[in-house]
């Protein structure tokens, strides 16, 4: 299948963010999956490992371990890393799934917001990494869980026990993990049907043009910078709702509610308005972080207020998670009002919880 711009797609991997708000980071490695290529004019008599490492995004060693595996064919027929493509050829490449790696458990503080016999809803910190992957084995929530004795679905996948969805490393905030089967299954299911309310606080460079905005633009993994997402036609289906709260000099506060579940979403729909997220090295809004005090690499961005059904009982479960400490000072940095730094919850001062759920 061949993506937007010329750029492949994998045919059979799953969305690795369906159901997901902003995720936990893209590994730097590739997507597992099979990708099907057609040589075009301008690549005509390339090697075949140059070929295929520039098209799917690997380096030329992996390129050349996976045609030596046999994992690469030139219209059904294996060939040599030194084949030199030809205009019209069809290039197949599976990507395997990377080896599974046991999960170290850990003694990782967490801030649990609530916890029973089927769920856990956790705080989760700037910084963390949500589950491991290569370059992150160590030091995440899946460690941290694991090292609480915490029992997990296994829906999750085995690198991802529990997980319904995931937040960006650098961004902070709510997310809900299954500690059952049974609940792993509702509430992937009812974050696929949007019965998941996920709401966030964000601030932007610049002003919008309209308090209240939809952003609904397909979002993919960029041509050009496979650690970036970008708008790209032909992507994922995604949509942001964003409310303005609140005006500052330099930027607007913002509710973002999320519809759908793509990487990077909120911060890749803002960048794409002209506003991204203050603080937001990958996407243009890094800029503005020592005006407001935000901390290295970190974003403004927390997962503030989530919504759902418990997945055995059917209560409505409403949990909110107050601005952490360096968020508040840069709130009051923004606001002029030193008083917002002490504030238990600066967000209820400009109204954020006031809109009617769903």
């Known amino acids: 299948m061949t993506g937007p711009n010329g750029g492949p797609e994998p045919e059979d991997v799953l969305d690795a963010d369906e159901g997901d708000d902003e995720a936990a980071g893209l590994a730097p490695s590739v997507a597992p999956g099979r990708y099907a290529l057609v040589v075009a004019d301008t690549d005509a008599g390339a090697r075949l490992d140059l070929y295929v490492a520039a098209q799917v995004g690997l380096s030329r060693t992996q390129s050349a371990t996976l045609i030596a595996n046999g994992n690469t064919t030139v219209d059904g027929r294996r060939e040599k890393a030194s084949w030199r493509v030809r205009a019209g050829e069809r290039v197949d490449v599976n990507v395997p799934p990377p080896p599974g790696r046991a999960i170290v458990p850990e003694d990782i503080p967490l801030s649990i917001i609530h916890e029973d016999d089927e769920i856990v809803v956790i705080d989760k910190a700037a910084g963390m990494v949500v589950h491991p992957a290569p370059g992150n084995w160590t030091g ?20 991802r026990p529990g997980l319904v969805h995931r937040i960006d490393k650098d961004t902070s905030g709510l997310l809900v993990v299954a500690k059952t089967e049974r609940a792993h299954r509702v509430l992937s299911a009812d974050l696929a049907a949007r ?85 937001d090295d990958t996407y243009g809004g890094g800029g503005g972080r020592r005006l407001v005090g935000l901390g290295a690499q970190r974003h403004f961005l927390h997962a503030a207020w989530l919504r759902f059904r418990h997945p055995a009982s059917g209560e409505a479960m409403d949990f909110r998670a107050p601005l952490p400490e360096d968020l508040r000072r840069s709130m009051a940095a923004l606001a002029d009002d030193r008083a917002l730094a002490d504030h238990p919850d600066p967000l209820s001062v400009f109204g954020f919880y006031d809109d009617p759920l769903p």
């Open 195 to 279: 019965r998941v309310v996920r709401r966030y606080a964000t601030v932007c460079w610049g002003h919008l043009k309209e308090d209240r905005i939809t952003v609904e633009k397909p979002i993919a993994r960029d041509p050009r910078d496979r650690k970036r997402m970008a708008i790209v036609t032909g992507g994922k289906a995604a949509r942001t709702d964003f409310v303005r709260l609140a005006r500052f000099d330099v930027g607007d506060l913002l509710r973002a509610h999320l519809h759908t579940g793509r990487t990077h979403q909120i911060r890749v729909h803002l960048a794409s308005t002209g506003h991204p997220v203050l603080g």
């Open 140 to 159: 995440t929530l899946v460690n941290a869980l694991m090292g609480r004795g915490q029992a997990l679905a296994a829906g999750g996948g085995e690198e």
